[in-house]
């Protein structure tokens, strides 16, 4: 008997789809595809010109790569230099590296303070926003509702639709000091929804950074130290820009280029940054931390550790992959440079929250798993431990849900993707159109009444 069931129904089209959409995995070969914009050797195909980031992990000498210590650099500048000049004034830091990737040069004092100012009066969300937008539509996910919110924005702008770069500008700017906002308020109202517990939503206060907002926004008690708004501000300066390659920068500039309102690009940004693959990747480092804080009963035994990491590999433990998250980049060979920075900084929120135990096991893993990979798969692929390894474990001592770690991301990344879109609607003019060969061939058609 027919199974009309709305499962049996869907389960029938799907395998139906399956069936009919998988391609021979020979035929990429053969046609010498670029799969995910790649060459062999990881390589990223090259697709655009950017002045806006750059990321450094190998030289390429007579046609091979050569590995170098990994360096992120933000129009032109290493972003140690944007993280010195912060900790030397004593204050944050994101604010100056926004100007800088917007606007493309350093700002002076006035300047900063300038767009400090109007980053500040800009945070507060549109009258009814919160109401109408976040609180009468709640979601269990804080990224499907910060994107909402993006497209909701579009609603709430006087003139959406000026392509003009000056309102375009302006629309980057107000999702940019917005979006701690967005995010804390999504949050806020998920808990109440979703997790039974109370909610607090508090009001932004100009006059403070972004990560100082967030944390208040979070926080029934609104109060941080010190520390932790600087550890914040550094990991939003580490994540708001990598280049035009990654995924969801790369997704802002192919929208943008069919010339599209910034809130719908932007949220085509926020459905990449989603996925497991990108931005979600820090929660798979802590979820894997989890299995081997569960299973390795010595965290300082390095035999122990070691066997443990070898078994993950193998496929023997954890989620049977055979990958050690937090662990290699498509870049980045012999360093992370933001993995060094926020390594280290971790180690002093370790010390103030009496985490060093744990802290102890990161840097084990960090560099067991470079020698357990050589001796398990033989190659001579450098491996290093990238930016995610860390950035959970620094949001956990942070006491932040594991719900927002992807979403600050995002607060973080909606500075680079920003300039990329000011990029590509100044400089381009060309909307993305890159080839697929079609592998079935021309079918004579079937009348209804002859299919069998």
Request: proline share 4%; hydrophobic share 35%.
């Amino acid at each position: 008997m027919a199974d009309y069931s709305e499962s049996g129904f869907i389960d029938k089209l799907t395998n139906l789809a399956k069936n009919n959409d998988v391609i021979d995995q020979r035929l990429y070969q053969e046609m010498d595809v670029r799969r995910g914009l790649r060459y062999p050797d990881g390589r990223g195909v090259l697709v655009g010109l950017t002045k806006i980031g750059d990321v450094v992990g190998y030289d390429v000498v007579d046609g091979a790569k050569v590995p170098i210590p990994g360096k992120l650099l933000y129009r032109g500048y290493d972003i140690c230099g944007l993280i010195k000049d912060a900790e030397s004034h004593k204050e944050s830091g994101f604010e100056q590296t926004v100007y800088l990737l917007l606007f493309g040069e350093l700002p002076t004092r006035d300047q900063l303070d300038e767009f400090k100012f109007f980053l500040g009066t800009r945070r507060t969300l549109p009258d009814n926003f919160t109401e109408d937008m976040i609180m009468k539509a709640p979601s269990s996910d804080i990224m499907n509702k910060l994107n909402r919110g993006v497209l909701a924005s579009y609603s709430y702008d006087k003139n959406p639709e000026d392509r003009a770069v000056a309102n375009q500008m302006r629309q980057c700017i107000e999702l940019i000091a917005r979006f701690p906002t967005l995010v804390a308020y999504a949050y806020q109202a998920k808990r109440r929804f979703f997790d039974g517990k109370s909610m607090y939503v508090h009001n932004p206060k100009p006059e403070l950074s972004s990560a100082e907002n967030l944390l208040r926004l979070i926080r029934s008690n609104k109060t941080y130290t010190p520390l932790e708004a600087d550890i914040l501000d550094l990991c939003l300066i580490l994540h708001a820009e990598h280049g035009g390659g990654n995924n969801s920068s790369f997704s802002i500039h192919v929208v943008s280029s069919a010339d599209t309102d910034t809130y719908s690009a932007v949220g085509a940004a926020v459905g990449s940054l989603k996925g497991k693959r990108h931005g979600g990747a820090n929660i798979q480092v802590m979820d894997m931390m989890d299995d081997i804080k569960s299973n390795v009963k010595d965290w300082s035994n390095e035999t122990e550790v070691k066997e443990y990491l070898r078994k993950i590999l193998r496929k023997e433990a954890y989620d049977h992959t055979g990958l050690i998250y937090g662990q290699g980049h498509a870049v980045y060979t012999i360093s992370d440079p933001r993995a060094i920075l926020l390594r280290d900084k971790a180690k002093l929120l370790a010390e103030e929250k009496g985490m060093m135990e744990e802290y102890n096991l990161y840097r084990l893993i960090e560099n067991l798993a470079p020698v357990v990979f050589k001796e398990e798969k033989g190659e001579k692929k450098l491996i290093c431990s990238n930016v995610d390894f860390y950035s959970g474990f620094v949001y956990k001592m942070l006491n932040i849900p594991r719900e927002l770690y992807t979403p600050i991301f995002a607060i973080s990344r909606i500075a680079g993707w920003s300039a990329h879109r000011m990029e590509e609607i100044v400089s381009n003019g060309k909307i993305y159109r890159p080839a697929y060969k079609n592998v079935l061939p021309e079918r004579d058609f079937i009348p209804i009444e002859s299919r069998g």
